[in-house]
């Protein structure tokens, strides 16, 4: 939740968030106590979330205005991959997380900023995670 508000008004947000692994459970999990409501992304479409393929001929990007991808899509040394979503639907209206952080800034991030978006690593997090671990061994 920390990392999601810093720096960026959520108001009036939906989101769309990439992946459906363990990650993702935690996003969700903040999506829902932020009350910003979501849509799941995955290879194949399931009773909880649509598919790549459906995002990439509809307008679910356009229509969703912060894009969480979850995945580990765009790690050090696969740095050029990134998840398939119709970029051009992108504008200065997005938020981009990715809760990557290496590359500091992944192509999925790039394609957010060469469209305006305001995008975000997930170094906070992973400082974050860091702290509250070390509260919970240390008191």
């Not at 810093?6 to 363990?22: E, I, M, R, S």
């Not at 790039?110 to 995670?129: P, T």
């Amino acid at each position: 939740i920390n990392s999601l508000q810093a720096n960026w008004d959520l108001t009036n947000k939906k989101a769309l968030v990439l992946g459906t692994g363990g990650a993702s459970e935690a996003i969700k999990k903040a999506l829902k106590d932020l009350n910003i409501p979501f849509q799941s992304i995955s290879r194949k479409s399931s009773a909880t979330a649509i598919s790549y393929e459906e995002v990439m001929a509809g307008e679910y990007v356009q229509n969703n205005h912060l894009i969480i991808n979850t995945t580990p899509l765009g790690t050090f040394p696969e740095v050029d991959t990134k998840p398939q979503l119709p970029y051009d639907q992108l504008s200065d209206q997005h938020l981009l997380f990715d809760l990557v952080y290496n590359p500091e800034v992944t192509a999925f991030l790039q394609e957010g900023l060469d469209r305006g978006a305001k995008i975000k690593n997930g170094y906070n997090m992973l400082v974050g995670q860091a702290e509250a671990s070390w509260k919970i061994w240390n008191d």
